[in-house]
């Protein structure tokens, strides 16, 4: 069965700091995407990225980065030089091939508070 | 271009009463998703479309849920009775391919 792991329940980081969220996954699949939300305080779901899983070049955009290990089962989000507009609700989220990537399995998230 | 529309936003009701949740998908896009989400939960998928044709509706909680999409542009999620254990947040998606894009959110307070 699929799953998604998000260990860090809650991060608390300084405006400026370097900050990484963890996402782990299980699936038996060959084939799926893994995506990375972002839930703000207004409460609205943004996506940020999607991967898919022949693709582990990682990505980054702008303050944003993600690395993709296959061998770990991980897809890690990372923000550079964090500010206080980066404070949400980080969702990891799953979708598998046997699915028709119809189905996406969140994570429990991750709270990012970024004080001044 | 428009993202995903719902209505309304807020939503309170008393216990018994029904509710209709509204959702205008992206244009152009064939599949469309609702979820609910709680804090003891989190995020759960209670049923989707694809070309307005339900294909899994496993996850809606019971009877007293129901969800249509009488067309491309359009779907609604009933609860009928109301119960306080319903109150959430409940969000509406939709997709083209692998991506979902998600509305704002309704969420509800059943009293």
């Known amino acids: 069965a699929q799953k998604v792991t998000q260990a860090q329940t809650e991060i608390s980081v300084v405006e400026k700091e370097d900050v990484t969220l963890d996402c782990v996954y299980e699936t038996r699949d060959t084939t799926y995407y893994l995506f990375w939300y972002k839930q703000p305080p207004s409460g609205e779901l943004v996506f940020l990225i999607r991967r898919n899983s022949f693709d582990e070049q990682n990505e980054i955009s702008g303050r944003y980065s993600w690395n993709f290990q296959k061998s770990t089962s991980s897809f890690n989000f990372t923000i550079t030089a964090s500010q206080v507009v980066d404070s949400a609700v980080y969702f990891c989220?799953?979708?598998?091939?046997?699915?028709?990537?119809?189905?996406?399995?969140f994570g429990t998230g991750t709270r990012l508070l970024v004080s001044p | 271009d428009a993202g995903v529309i719902q209505s309304p936003r807020h939503e309170v009701t008393e216990m018994g009463q029904e509710v209709t949740l509204r959702c205008k998908p992206i244009s152009g896009h064939n599949s469309l998703f609702w979820y609910r989400q709680t804090m003891m939960r989190g995020l759960e998928l209670l049923i989707y479309f694809n070309n307005n044709v339900p294909i899994d509706d496993s996850g809606m909680p019971e009877d007293r849920f129901s969800a249509k999409m009488p067309n491309a542009s359009f779907s609604t999620l009933k609860i009928q009775p109301s119960e306080p254990r319903d109150s959430a947040v409940y969000f509406c998606?939709?997709?083209?391919?692998?991506?979902?894009?998600f509305g704002p959110g309704t969420r509800l307070l059943v009293l």
């Open positions: 998606a939709s997709s083209l391919i692998e991506t979902q894009y």
């Open positions: 989220a799953l979708s598998e091939g046997d699915t028709g990537f119809q189905k996406l399995v």
